[in-house]
């Protein structure tokens, strides 16, 4: 006797009324494809939501143990592979060389080359002050900030051309495999609908702060509000989302691990846009917070490890200090440049203004400190107007032992 079977679809329909009318369900309020997008609170996605709990709070212990200069260089190093990394995702080139002077232009006032703007919204996430960037609450605010994002890096005929999104027809494939995925949301009233829900879910305190930053990444990428650059600025959002709710390392470090784990980021996309999935977010936000779990075990790795050896370093300046009677100064220059070297993997050659700035000494006072540090062989100059310095080979073989 054969045995009763249903259609794929209604027995979708019937998982689907279960799963979104539980008990352990969060709704989102937000419709795709017909479906309104929700995640269900498994086991599974508790326990990895507890793990980035933990792991923050090790990763917040040793961020709070660093000195203020090697706290900045860390995250000018991972501000610049977080823009790397969420170029590469996309096959869009981008140089640490362009980096550096995208860092160097974003510190500014009106400095500008390619990348510096998409920067400035990085270093928005780490500032303490005023300057530090908000959640956007208007239409008008995701657009700003797609324009930062994308700023010099789009070809004419992929600018929006709507009212601020795009007005045309999109579809999204999977490039693995060249299959199309979904259409994006058309026309630009209905993608104006869906960002005002999307808007709604990014302050709905209902939700869980890492559930709710995954549904909206994933439910930006899948309205697709733009021609070009929606993957770059949907991570962007994420990372700003994380930033309210967890320390800034770890909010700019997702892309760099999404970068490594490229064809499961775009499965999970696949998976979640199934149309028999329903808008089911479960697992892609399982994926998702995943991602945040190994950023954080990442940095919980290199603090770890550059501590170490920022304090044999310090160690080893100490009895250097104390054998060559260098003066309080001159020990604090070479201090800030063994952060410098230890903590940002660019090791961009420092001016004089940003060691003045950051060490609160005059102009005379640091030429002539920085002077008798290039006599002796522990600084080597580089370039001129500005001129800028780094630690010698000599000093790396003094204090860390390079």
Not at 250 to 259: D, H, N, P
Not at 301 to 329: C, D, F, G, P, V
Request: include cysteine.
């Amino acid at each position: 006797m054969r045995a009763n079977t249903i259609p794929p679809a209604q027995a979708a329909q019937q998982e689907h009324d279960k799963r979104v009318n539980g008990w352990s369900t969060y709704r989102s309020g937000l419709v795709l494809d017909g479906y309104e997008m929700f995640a269900v609170l498994t086991a599974q996605l508790g326990r990895d939501m507890d793990k980035v709990r933990e792991l923050e709070t090790q990763v917040e212990t040793l961020w709070d143990s660093l000195p203020p200069i090697a706290c900045h260089a860390y995250l000018t190093d991972l501000i610049g592979t977080e823009v790397q990394s969420t170029n590469t995702i996309e096959g869009v080139h981008t140089t640490r060389k362009e980096i550096s002077e995208a860092l160097q232009a974003a510190r500014i006032n009106g400095g500008h080359t390619r990348l510096s703007e998409f920067v400035r919204l990085f270093l928005g996430l780490s500032d303490p002050g005023p300057e530090r960037l908000e959640l956007p609450s208007s239409l008008g605010d995701i657009r700003r900030i797609y324009d930062q994002v994308m700023d010099g890096e789009l070809a004419d005929s992929d600018t929006p051309d709507g009212q601020l999104f795009r007005k045309g027809t999109i579809a999204v494939w999977n490039e693995s495999t060249g299959r199309k995925l979904h259409d994006g949301a058309w026309p630009e009233a209905a993608i104006q609908v869906q960002l005002t829900q999307w808007l709604a879910l990014v302050r709905d305190r209902d939700v869980p702060p890492l559930i709710r930053a995954a549904m909206c990444h994933y439910a930006f990428e899948h309205i697709h509000p733009f021609y070009d650059g929606n993957g770059r600025t949907g991570r962007f959002l994420f990372a700003l989302q994380l930033s309210k709710h967890l320390s800034t390392p770890t909010a700019i470090s997702v892309s760099t691990i999404i970068a490594d784990h490229k064809t499961q980021y775009y499965k999970a996309f696949d998976d979640a846009q199934h149309p028999l999935n329903c808008s089911d977010a479960t697992m892609f936000c399982q994926r998702m917070i995943r991602f945040v779990s190994e950023a954080q075990e990442t940095i919980i790795a290199q603090l770890t490890e550059k501590q170490a050896m920022l304090e044999s370093a310090q160690t080893a300046l100490t009895a250097y200090s104390q054998q060559e009677k260098t003066s309080n100064l001159q020990t604090g220059i070479l201090f800030f440049l063994i952060q410098e070297e230890l903590f940002d993997g660019m090791r961009v050659p420092v001016t004089r203004r940003l060691l003045r700035e950051a060490l609160h000494i005059g102009e005379r006072k640091t030429v002539n400190a920085l002077d008798a540090l290039v006599d002796a062989g522990l600084l080597q100059t580089h370039g001129a107007k500005p001129i800028r310095y780094s630690l010698s080979d000599m000093a790396r073989n003094q204090f860390l032992n390079t």
